[in-house]
Structures are given as C-alpha cells and as structure tokens.
C-alpha cells in the first residue's frame, strides 16, 4: 500500500488508515520517539499520540510526504512529553543540549522552542539546510531535527564524534550568518 493510499484512506475516515500507518511507519516514529525519549512505555505512547495526531489532521492536511509527517508529529509529541517532564530533567536531556548548541546561533534571550516553531524562521532554516552539501545538511538535520546523538551519527557517517561535533559548530556557524544576513537575528 502507497502512501497515497493511505491518505485516501484518512480522506475516507477509514479506522484502517491507522493500522496501515502503524504497520508501515510505527517503527520509524518510534525509532524517532525512543532517541528523545529514551523510555520504551513513553516512546509507544508518543507513536500513539502522533498516530492520533495525524488522525485528526488527515484531513484537511494532505501531507506530500507522510514519512515527514509523522516525523514532525512524533517530534512534537516528544518534545511535549520532555516540556512536562522537564523539570525533572533538567540539563539531563539529549533535547536540552541540542537546545544548548543552538542557542549559539539563534538565542538572544529569547525561548528558543518557540523560536523554533515560528514558521517564518523555520523556513529559513530549511532554505538555509536545503543549499548545504548533502552530507552536511543530513548531519545537521539528524542531529536538530530527529534529535540523534554525536554518536550515533559518527557511526552511521564512519566519522569520529569530534568530527561530527566539529561539523555541527562550523554549520551552526554558518547558519548564524545565514540568519543574521536575512534579518531573523
């Protein structure tokens, strides 16, 4: 089954276009879930929340890549989960150190989540990623987006974890430039 297919289904308000889901990208959301979460019970209830999400967004959204999507609603659901749990993690997270790094090249004081969720600076930043070379915006876009650790993407790039750390400052770096010479800082 297509994810055109599936979408038809959501269009339809077929209960199946869940279970299709389920079947064809649960894993990959929970994959997502799982490396910001680090909690098996919390990941599986994240891939529900998104799959409920997505649900109640299908329609009117007709999402040109679904795997996208659902990324992006699983995310959102994730970083729900950590902003309640936050006070107990605090400084602990995988997600507050990204905040960490980011805040160099786009924090000014202000809260860097909803700098994060504006969508004008969100396409900026996904201009900014779309003119990198490839493996430069793929690292950047595992690392900020999907939220996987330093390590896990030296060992899928047969980098070292300096290396990758190294990458990452100077693309911030870049895209703190990029920022500041379209305005947004």
Do not use: H
């Amino acid at each position: 089954m297509t994810d055109t297919d599936i979408i038809d289904m959501y269009f339809a308000r077929d209960q199946r276009a869940v279970e299709e889901t389920q079947k064809r990208y649960g894993g990959y959301c929970y994959s997502i879930a799982q490396r910001m979460l680090d909690n098996k019970e919390d990941s599986e209830e994240c891939v529900n929340d998104a799959l409920l999400s997505a649900w109640n967004s299908i329609p009117p959204n007709r999402p040109k890549y679904l795997n996208l999507f659902l990324a992006k609603l699983t995310r959102n659901r994730a970083l729900d989960r950590i902003k309640a749990e936050n006070a107990k993690k605090r400084g602990g997270s995988e997600v507050n150190l990204i905040y960490e790094e980011l805040s160099e090249c786009i924090g000014d004081g202000r809260d860097i989540e909803s700098e994060l969720m504006a969508k004008e600076l969100s396409q900026a930043v996904n201009d900014f990623t779309s003119e990198l070379p490839e493996r430069e915006g793929d690292i950047l876009i595992r690392r900020y987006f999907f939220m996987e650790s330093v390590k896990d993407i030296a060992e899928e790039y047969d980098m070292t974890p300096g290396n990758v750390s190294v990458s990452l400052n100077r693309t911030r770096a870049k895209l703190r430039k990029y920022l500041e010479a379209n305005g947004y800082i």
